[in-house]
C-alpha cells in the first residue's frame, strides 16, 4: 500500500513540531468512527468533522456535498483494509485531507485528497472517479497516483519522475496533497525498520522538503524538516530538545517582555495591529545554535506583527526603528520584492540594552496565510477571477517562478539524466536573489548566478546573441557574478546566427544555462575546433619585419625646407588640429595640440611650427577596440573594417581577460574622412563594445 506507516514517531511527540500550527488530532479515534461507516445521506460523517470544521474556517461558503460523497467511497473502498499500526486504512487519507483543510486548500484539492490511495490500493477506477467527482478530480488523483509509483532515490527513475513531474506541474494541487500524505507518513514511521525510515527520509530531505520550500508552504516544509532531523541525527535532535525544554523551564522570557514593549509603541502609535511569539522549529533552533554558539532567551523564537493592509507594514517598521534599536544589517523588504515562492514580509531586528536581539517579522494577515500554505492558499488555479479588479488580481498559483522555470527547462534537457541532475543541484539551492531590469521587471534567480543566468532567465535560446551587460550602470562581462538587488541590462548582438560559447558553461548555474548551452554545442560539434581557432587568431602578434612605410598624410609646414613627420605618440590624422616642433636633421614632428608631449615640450621652452593639413587626404591611424569574446569576433572585425576601405598594416589582440578582450589596429585609409564611418562600422559587429583613437600619451607615462 502506499501509506505504509504506523503509530506516531516520536520526532513529533517533543512539544510536537506540528502542535505549533494545529492540535494533534486523535487518529485512532477517527478509525473507529469511520469502523461506523457512511453516515445517512442527509448529514455529514462524523469522521470528517474535523475535516469540515477546519475546511469552513477558510471557505465559510463551500459546497460540503462532494465531500460527504467521496469520503463515502474511500471509506467503503478501503474498507477491511488496515496500517501497520492496526489503524483503518481510512484514518491515512482523513489525515492527509485535515492537514491540507487547516491550511485552506479548496474544496476540489480536499476532494481529490480523500480519494487520493483509492485508485492505487482499491478496485476504484480513474474512470469511476471522474464520473461521480468530475474531470478535475480525476485529473489530480491521476497526478498523485503517478507520483506513488515513483522511486525519488533511484538512479535508474530519472525519466519516470521527469514525467510525472511534467504531468503534476500543470496543477501544483497534485504536488500540495503528495507532500500532506508525505508529511502524514513521516509523523507515522515509528515501527519501521531504522534503515527504511533513514531511506524515506533521506528522500525527503533530498527532494521533497526543497519542493514545499519552492511552493511556498513552510508550515509542511518546517515539520518535514523537524521529523527528518529525529530520524537522521538523533543526536544533535535530542540535544536541541533540551534546550527547548531548559528554555521553556525559565521564569523570565526576554521574548514575551520584547513583544509587550512592541505592543505599547504600536497602541501609543494608533496602528492596529496583533503581536505574536512565533517559537523557531527544532532545525531553526539548531541551525542558530550553530552560528552563534551559546543561546539566548530571545534565539529560540521571533515577533510575528500583522496588520491588515500593506501601507501599515511600513508603518509598524518605521516605529519600530524610531522607538527601538534597530539592527540594520537585519532589514529585507520582500514585500516590494516578494521571494520566488511568493512569500512577502518585512524582516527587521531590534536590540534590548542588555544585548538580546529578537528578530520581528511583520505582514497582513492575507500575507501570513501564504507564508504558511504557499500555493495551497491561493485557491483553485482554474476558478474564473472575481469581477472586481481588486479580487482578481492574483498571482496564478500554476506557475511560480521557480516551478515556471522547471517546466522550460525540462523541455530543452537532451536526456533524462541531465534533467536528473540539474533538478537536484537545483533543489539544493536553498536561496535565490532578485536582480532588476532596465524596464523595471525582476529576474529570480539562485545565488551565485551570472549575467549569463540572467540572459538565459530573460531571454531563453536567443540569449545566444548575448555579448555583454552592463551592471548597475557598469559594463561587466557575462561570468558576473549578481547580488542581491542588482540592475542588469543585457546586451544583445544583432546577428541571428550568434553562439554561445563553451565557456559560459563554465559561468552557468541554472539548470535553464546550461541546457540551452549543452544543447546547442552537442548540436554543433564544429563550434569547438572554430572557438580554437579564433583563440589562436587572437594570440598577439609582431609586426611585420621590413613592412613597407604607410603613406603620410600631405602636411604644409611653416618653416622652408623642413620636412613633416606624424608624431607615433597621438598618430594625428586630418581633420586633427595639429601643432608642430622642429627636431634634427631638418624635421618638423606632427602632434595633435592636445598631445601630452605638447605640453611637455612647450613648459621645456621649445618653439612651435606651424603645420596645416594639405590636399593629400590619405592618412594612416591607430585604433583601440574593446569586445567581448565569442566565436569568430575577429573574422567579423576585421571583415567590416575591410568593407570601409582600411587596410590594416599591425593588429594586437590581448589574451582575453575575464571575456573581455583589448584590440588595437594600426590601418591606412584612402580618406581621412572615412575614420568615422570606420568607427560605426566596428562598434556595429556584436560583441564590440567601444572603439576609440589610440589615446594622447599622458605625462610620465
Same mark, same amino acid.
Given at each position: 500500500?502506499?501509506?505504509?506507516?504506523?503509530n506516531p514517531a516520536t520526532p513529533g511527540s517533543v512539544a510536537g513540531p506540528a502542535a505549533r500550527w494545529r492540535a494533534r488530532i486523535d487518529l485512532r479515534r477517527l478509525g473507529r468512527a469511520a469502523l461506523l461507516g457512511p453516515a445517512a445521506r442527509d448529514r455529514l460523517p462524523d469522521a470528517i468533522g474535523h475535516v469540515v470544521d477546519a475546511h469552513r474556517a477558510h471557505h465559510p461558503s463551500a459546497d460540503l456535498e462532494p465531500l460527504r460523497r467521496a469520503y463515502v467511497l474511500a471509506e467503503s473502498s478501503h474498507r477491511g483494509q488496515m496500517r501497520k499500526s492496526g489503524e483503518p486504512?481510512?484514518?491515512?487519507?482523513?489525515?492527509?485531507?485535515?492537514?491540507?483543510?487547516?491550511?485552506?486548500?479548496?474544496?476540489?484539492?480536499?476532494?481529490?485528497?480523500?480519494?487520493?490511495?483509492?485508485?492505487?490500493?482499491?478496485?476504484?477506477?480513474?474512470?469511476?472517479?471522474?464520473?461521480?467527482?468530475?474531470?478535475?478530480?480525476?485529473?489530480?488523483?491521476?497526478?498523485?497516483?503517478?507520483?506513488?509509483?515513483?522511486?525519488?532515490?533511484?538512479?535508474?527513475?530519472?525519466?519516470?519522475?521527469?514525467?510525472?513531474?511534467?504531468?503534476?506541474?500543470?496543477?501544483?494541487?497534485?504536488?500540495?496533497?503528495?507532500?500532506?500524505?508525505?508529511?502524514?507518513?513521516?509523523?507515522?514511521?515509528?515501527?519501521? @525498520?531504522?534503515?527504511?525510515?533513514?531511506?524515506?527520509?533521506?528522500?525527503?530531505?533530498?527532494?521533497?522538503?526543497?519542493?514545499?520550500?519552492?511552493?511556498?508552504?513552510?508550515?509542511?516544509?518546517?515539520?518535514?524538516?523537524?521529523?527528518?532531523?529525529?530520524?537522521?541525527?538523533?543526536?544533535?535532535?535530542?540535544?536541541?530538545?533540551?534546550?527547548?525544554?531548559?528554555?521553556?523551564?525559565?521564569?523570565?522570557?526576554?521574548?514575551?517582555?520584547?513583544?509587550?514593549?512592541?505592543?505599547?509603541?504600536?497602541?501609543?502609535?494608533?496602528?492596529?495591529?496583533?503581536?505574536?511569539?512565533?517559537?523557531?522549529?527544532?532545525?531553526?533552533?539548531?541551525?542558530?545554535?550553530?552560528?552563534?554558539?551559546?543561546?539566548?532567551?530571545?534565539?529560540?523564537?521571533?515577533?510575528?506583527?500583522?496588520?491588515?493592509?500593506?501601507?501599515?507594514?511600513?508603518?509598524?517598521?518605521?516605529?519600530?526603528?524610531?522607538?527601538?534599536?534597530?539592527?540594520?544589517?537585519?532589514?529585507?523588504?520582500?514585500?516590494?520584492?516578494?521571494?520566488?515562492?511568493?512569500?512577502?514580509?518585512?524582516?527587521?531586528?531590534?536590540?534590548?540594552?542588555?544585548?538580546?536581539?529578537?528578530?520581528?517579522?511583520? @505582514?497582513?494577515?492575507?500575507?501570513?496565510?501564504?507564508?504558511?500554505?504557499?500555493?495551497?492558499?491561493?485557491?483553485?488555479?482554474?476558478?474564473?477571477?472575481?469581477?472586481?479588479?481588486?479580487?482578481?488580481?492574483?498571482?496564478?498559483?500554476?506557475?511560480?517562478?521557480?516551478?515556471?522555470?522547471?517546466?522550460?527547462?525540462?523541455?530543452?534537457?537532451?536526456?533524462?539524466?541531465?534533467?536528473?541532475?540539474?533538478?537536484?543541484?537545483?533543489?539544493?539551492?536553498?536561496?535565490?536573489?532578485?536582480?532588476?531590469?532596465?524596464?523595471?521587471?525582476?529576474?529570480?534567480?539562485?545565488?551565485?548566478?551570472?549575467?549569463?543566468?540572467?540572459?538565459?532567465?530573460?531571454?531563453?535560446?536567443?540569449?545566444?546573441?548575448?555579448?555583454?551587460?552592463?551592471?548597475?550602470?557598469?559594463?561587466?562581462?557575462?561570468?558576473?557574478?549578481?547580488?542581491?538587488?542588482?540592475?542588469?541590462?543585457?546586451?544583445?548582438?544583432?546577428?541571428?546566427?550568434?553562439?554561445?560559447? @563553451?565557456?559560459?558553461?563554465?559561468?552557468?548555474?541554472?539548470?535553464?544555462?546550461?541546457?540551452?548551452?549543452?544543447?546547442?554545442?552537442?548540436?554543433?560539434?564544429?563550434?569547438?575546433?572554430?572557438?580554437?581557432?579564433?583563440?589562436?587568431?587572437?594570440?598577439?602578434?609582431?609586426?611585420?619585419?621590413?613592412?613597407?612605410?604607410?603613406?603620410?598624410?600631405?602636411?604644409?609646414?611653416?618653416?622652408?625646407?623642413?620636412?613633416?613627420?606624424?608624431?607615433?605618440?597621438?598618430?594625428?590624422?586630418?581633420?586633427?588640429?595639429?601643432?608642430?616642433?622642429?627636431?634634427?636633421?631638418?624635421?618638423?614632428?606632427?602632434?595633435?595640440?592636445?598631445?601630452?608631449?605638447?605640453?611637455?615640450?612647450?613648459?621645456?621652452?621649445?618653439?612651435?611650427?606651424?603645420?596645416?593639413?594639405?590636399?593629400?587626404?590619405?592618412?594612416?591611424?591607430?585604433?583601440?577596440?574593446?569586445?567581448?569574446? @565569442?566565436?569568430?569576433?575577429?573574422?567579423?572585425?576585421?571583415?567590416?573594417?575591410?568593407?570601409?576601405?582600411?587596410?590594416?598594416?599591425?593588429?594586437?589582440?590581448?589574451?582575453?581577460?575575464?571575456?573581455?578582450?583589448?584590440?588595437?589596429?594600426?590601418?591606412?585609409?584612402?580618406?581621412?574622412?572615412?575614420?568615422?564611418?570606420?568607427?560605426?562600422?566596428?562598434?556595429?559587429?556584436?560583441?564590440?563594445?567601444?572603439?576609440?583613437?589610440?589615446?594622447?600619451?599622458?605625462?610620465?607615462?
Amino acid at each position: 500500500m502506499s501509506a505504509e506507516a504506523t503509530n506516531p514517531a516520536t520526532p513529533g511527540s517533543v512539544a510536537g513540531p506540528a502542535a505549533r500550527w494545529r492540535a494533534r488530532i486523535d487518529l485512532r479515534r477517527l478509525g473507529r468512527a469511520a469502523l461506523l461507516g457512511p453516515a445517512a445521506r442527509d448529514r455529514l460523517p462524523d469522521a470528517i468533522g474535523h475535516v469540515v470544521d477546519a475546511h469552513r474556517a477558510h471557505h465559510p461558503s463551500a459546497d460540503l456535498e462532494p465531500l460527504r460523497r467521496a469520503y463515502v467511497l474511500a471509506e467503503s473502498s478501503h474498507r477491511g483494509q488496515m496500517r501497520k499500526s492496526g489503524e483503518p486504512y481510512i484514518t491515512h487519507p482523513l489525515a492527509v485531507t485535515l492537514i491540507l483543510a487547516e491550511l485552506g486548500a479548496e474544496t476540489t484539492t480536499l476532494t481529490a485528497s480523500l480519494l487520493h490511495d483509492t485508485v492505487e490500493d482499491t478496485d476504484v477506477t480513474l474512470d469511476q472517479v471522474g464520473e461521480q467527482f468530475g474531470e478535475e478530480v480525476r485529473y489530480l488523483v491521476d497526478g498523485v497516483t503517478k507520483l506513488e509509483k515513483v522511486d525519488y532515490g533511484a538512479a535508474a527513475e530519472p525519466e519516470t519522475f521527469r514525467k510525472m513531474l511534467v504531468a503534476t506541474g500543470s496543477d501544483v494541487r497534485v504536488m500540495s496533497i503528495k507532500l500532506a500524505d508525505r508529511l502524514h507518513n513521516m509523523r507515522t514511521l515509528g515501527v519501521m @525498520r531504522p534503515e527504511k525510515q533513514a531511506r524515506i527520509a533521506k528522500v525527503t530531505r533530498d527532494v521533497l522538503i526543497p519542493l514545499a520550500e519552492r511552493l511556498g508552504v513552510q508550515a509542511l516544509k518546517t515539520e518535514l524538516e523537524d521529523l527528518v532531523f529525529a530520524i537522521l541525527h538523533p543526536e544533535e535532535y535530542e540535544h536541541t530538545r533540551e534546550l527547548i525544554v531548559d528554555n521553556a523551564s525559565r521564569a523570565d522570557d526576554p521574548l514575551a517582555e520584547i513583544a509587550d514593549e512592541v505592543r505599547g509603541h504600536l497602541r501609543e502609535a494608533d496602528i492596529q495591529a496583533e503581536v505574536l511569539i512565533r517559537p523557531r522549529h527544532f532545525v531553526s533552533v539548531h541551525r542558530v545554535s550553530r552560528k552563534r554558539g551559546e543561546l539566548r532567551g530571545a534565539d529560540f523564537g521571533r515577533l510575528l506583527v500583522l496588520v491588515t493592509e500593506d501601507a501599515d507594514c511600513y508603518g509598524v517598521l518605521g516605529e519600530l526603528h524610531t522607538c527601538m534599536t534597530p539592527v540594520v544589517s537585519e532589514f529585507k523588504d520582500f514585500i516590494a520584492v516578494p521571494k520566488f515562492n511568493l512569500y512577502q514580509s518585512l524582516h527587521t531586528a531590534v536590540a534590548r540594552a542588555d544585548g538580546q536581539v529578537a528578530e520581528v517579522l511583520i @505582514r497582513t494577515h492575507q500575507m501570513h496565510k501564504v507564508a504558511e500554505a504557499g500555493v495551497i492558499a491561493l485557491g483553485n488555479p482554474y476558478a474564473p477571477a472575481a469581477d472586481d479588479p481588486a479580487d482578481g488580481e492574483r498571482v496564478d498559483p500554476t506557475k511560480p517562478g521557480w516551478l515556471s522555470r522547471l517546466l522550460d527547462w525540462q523541455e530543452a534537457a537532451p536526456d533524462p539524466d541531465t534533467f536528473w541532475s540539474t533538478l537536484r543541484e537545483d533543489l539544493a539551492q536553498d536561496r535565490e536573489i532578485t536582480v532588476f531590469r532596465p524596464d523595471g521587471g525582476t529576474l529570480g534567480l539562485p545565488e551565485g548566478a551570472t549575467c549569463v543566468d540572467a540572459a538565459y532567465a530573460q531571454y531563453g535560446e536567443d540569449a545566444h546573441a548575448c555579448i555583454g551587460a552592463r551592471v548597475n550602470g557598469r559594463l561587466a562581462t557575462l561570468s558576473t557574478v549578481l547580488q542581491d538587488g542588482d540592475t542588469v541590462q543585457l546586451l544583445m548582438g544583432q546577428d541571428p546566427a550568434s553562439e554561445p560559447s @563553451r565557456e559560459w558553461l563554465e559561468h552557468a548555474h541554472t539548470p535553464a544555462a546550461r541546457i540551452a548551452i549543452q544543447r546547442w554545442l552537442a548540436t554543433h560539434p564544429e563550434a569547438d575546433a572554430s572557438e580554437e581557432r579564433d583563440r589562436r587568431a587572437s594570440a598577439p602578434r609582431p609586426a611585420p619585419e621590413g613592412a613597407v612605410a604607410p603613406p603620410t598624410p600631405d602636411v604644409v609646414v611653416d618653416q622652408p625646407g623642413a620636412t613633416a613627420r606624424l608624431a607615433g605618440c597621438c598618430t594625428p590624422v586630418p581633420p586633427d588640429e595639429v601643432t608642430g616642433f622642429a627636431v634634427r636633421g631638418g624635421v618638423v614632428t606632427v602632434h595633435r595640440v592636445e598631445c601630452s608631449a605638447v605640453a611637455r615640450m612647450k613648459s621645456g621652452g621649445r618653439a612651435e611650427v606651424g603645420v596645416r593639413w594639405g590636399d593629400t587626404s590619405e592618412c594612416r591611424v591607430t585604433l583601440l577596440a574593446e569586445s567581448f569574446g @565569442r566565436p569568430h569576433l575577429l573574422a567579423d572585425l576585421t571583415e567590416a573594417m575591410a568593407l570601409e576601405g582600411a587596410e590594416i598594416v599591425s593588429a594586437t589582440i590581448e589574451p582575453p581577460d575575464r571575456q573581455r578582450v583589448k584590440h588595437s589596429y594600426t590601418v591606412t585609409l584612402p580618406d581621412a574622412a572615412l575614420l568615422p564611418g570606420l568607427m560605426r562600422a566596428m562598434r556595429n559587429v556584436p560583441g564590440v563594445y567601444d572603439v576609440s583613437r589610440a589615446q594622447p600619451q599622458t605625462p610620465g607615462a
